[in-house]
Nanobody
Framework: VQLQASGGGLVQPGGSLRLSCAAS????????IGWFRQAPGKSRELVAR???????DYKGSVKGRFTISRDNAKNTVTLEMNSLEPDDTAVYYC?????????WGQGTLVTVSS
């Protein structure tokens, strides 16, 4: 199982970024994929999660600003982040759980700063 996250960077407040997670090594359609983030000095938290055929789940503070989507044909999950705020600064990880085992991507840094 591999999860490859990409798309982070430096953006000004109010700006946008798109994160991508490319998955391989498992039946992608069958499993939920989540995006977590970890800010300096804080614990890792779930930002958004998507399962095939179901509405996505979002952390309250990102609802209306972030959109998670998946392309089962390409085994990818995308997190569109708009109206970014300094509090969104963190390392973002994609995640899945298969048969009780947790798998994490390598993380991609998002910095929101003027």
């Amino acid at each position: 199982v591999q999860l490859q996250a990409s798309g982070g960077g430096l953006v000004q407040p109010g700006g946008s970024l798109r994160l991508s997670c490319a998955a391989s090594g498992f039946r992608f359609d069958d499993y939920a994929i989540g995006w977590f983030r970890q800010a300096p000095g804080k614990s890792r938290e779930l930002v958004a999660r998507i399962r095939s055929g179901r509405d996505p789940d979002y952390k309250g503070s990102v609802k209306g600003r972030f959109t998670i989507s998946r392309d089962n044909a390409k085994n990818t999950v995308t997190l569109e982040m708009n109206s970014l705020e300094p509090d969104d600064t963190a390392v973002y990880y994609c995640y899945t759980r298969i048969d009780g085992h947790e798998y994490w991507g390598q993380g991609t840094l998002v910095t929101v700063s003027s």
